[in-house]
């Protein structure tokens, strides 16, 4: 199972608004782990930063198998399958053009990939792709925008069986009926051949962030509707940071309430979307009632590992007065009946796990866009955790074993497509192109 998710929308936080209130759900219980000591940058040796003058200095580069000639092309999202084959989405500089990508030789050359009708469809303003993906080549792929656009008066999924070679449609998407802010596909993902689910934001603002959520019974030949804003049975406050569904029935939405209210917000549903509950985690033992109190500023923000019956997800907060965050990951083995925790390394930065055990972390201590970052590594599902690197960008480490990665990484407006092949301690730019 796998999801994709390109950059997170910028979603208002404005003023406190009252929380729903609160309906019966399970309880998890909590499994209590001695944790190990908090690792951070400043209290660890790690390796000289990265030459700032060589990574990343520009947009990632692609030639158009067109024309011939180099056309800027933003990478928005990446899926790496082994060392060699993988899927990207993107968008044109120039063209302002959705592209959907494969990759055979690590991502130093690319083909074309991208559905033949869905450049008719295109409506927003800065498009660009979404996609989801169960194996290299069953891929379901629509149109999004890289900012909030215009309601939409269409929007089809496509779906391909045998790698890109051809494509199927969906049947559009209802929303002829939904008057809303604006259009904004986000969480895409499917648990099997046949059920999916689509996170589509539609608007923003006094700590709200309103969505709609469509899911299909049938390989995304059709879709249903099963929230929207006006529906009232999902908590429409705080920002939407992730949205998974294990099957047809039971999901999870995770929320951000970035400080402006007390608790965790976490919401699971049973019965495919049409009502959702509270959850509530347990307090990961550093004072009583921890989620509570309001200096803490708590929030989920990312599901970084799913593999039913496991779910695996980043718990940031920050408390008032300090600059360091406090992490955890919050696992559970079982659906959510129970929950165990274990502290990673603090800071900001980005989780990524393929697997129950392996995982890196890229993180930073402070929010500003120029601050160095800092790659760590877990062997043990992150009861201890190791600096690799540092380096002068940031983003979200994406590896296939111990040694292949890759990073979308960016400075401010500057992004470029690394890899490694050594497990993070050296980095080197891709000069990536398109071939026909």
């Known amino acids: 199972m796998s999801t994709f998710k390109r950059l997170d929308p910028v979603l208002a936080v404005v003023c406190l608004i009252l929380a729903a209130c609160t309906l019966p759900f399970v309880n998890p219980t909590p499994v209590v782990e001695t944790q190990p000591p908090l690792l951070t940058p400043d209290s660890i040796p790690v390796e000289p930063t990265l030459d700032t003058s060589t990574l990343p200095t520009r947009e990632v580069v692609l030639s158009t198998p067109i024309s011939g000639v180099a056309q800027p092309l933003t990478l928005t999202s990446l899926k790496m399958f082994d060392p060699l084959n993988g899927w990207a989405a993107a968008t044109g500089d120039t063209d302002n053009a959705p592209h959907l990508l494969r990759t055979a030789d690590g991502g130093t050359t690319w083909q074309e990939r991208t559905p033949a009708g869905m450049a008719a469809e295109v409506e927003f303003a800065d498009s660009t792709i979404i996609f989801t993906a169960l194996d290299l080549n069953t891929i379901w792929a629509t149109l999004s925008s890289l900012s909030p656009s215009p309601q939409l008066t269409s929007l089809i999924t496509w779906q391909t069986s045998d790698g890109g070679t051809t494509w199927s449609a969906s049947d559009p998407l209802p929303v002829t009926d939904l008057s809303v802010e604006f259009f904004m596909p986000d969480y895409f993902g499917f648990s099997d051949q ?51 569904f294990f099957n047809a029935s039971l999901g999870w939405v995770t929320f951000d309430c970035h400080g402006v209210k007390p608790g965790l917000d976490f919401y699971a549903t049973t019965d495919g979307g049409t009502t959702w509950q509270p959850i509530t985690l347990p307090s990961p033992g550093v004072e009583p009632n921890y989620w509570e109190n309001m200096d ?92 690799v690197k540092n380096v002068n960008w940031r983003g979200l480490p994406q590896f296939v074993d111990i040694k292949n990665g890759w990073v979308l990484a960016s400075v401010g407006v500057n992004t470029a497509f690394v890899r490694t092949t050594d497990g993070g301690h050296t980095w080197a730019e891709i000069k990536a192109v398109i071939k026909p």
């Open 194 to 244: 046949n059920n999916g689910w689509l996170l589509v934001h539609n608007g923003a603002g006094m700590n709200h962030d309103y969505v709609s959520i469509f899911t299909t019974p049938n390989g995304g030949a059709y879709w249903k509707r099963v929230v929207d804003p006006f529906m009232d049975n999902l908590y429409m406050s705080c920002s939407k940071t992730g949205l998974i």
């Open 296 to 387: 803490n500023a708590c929030g989920i923000d990312a599901i970084v590992y799913v593999q039913a019956p496991r779910l695996t997800l980043s718990v940031t907060c920050l408390h008032y007065g300090t600059s360091d965050p406090n992490r955890w990951l919050y696992t559970t083995p079982d659906s959510g009946a129970t929950w165990s925790w274990k502290a990673t390394p603090g800071g900001y930065g980005s989780t990524f796990l393929p697997n129950p055990t392996q995982g890196w972390f890229l993180g930073h201590i402070k929010r500003q866009e120029d601050d160095a970052s800092t790659l760590y590594v877990t062997s043990d599902g992150g009861a201890s955790w190791s600096p």
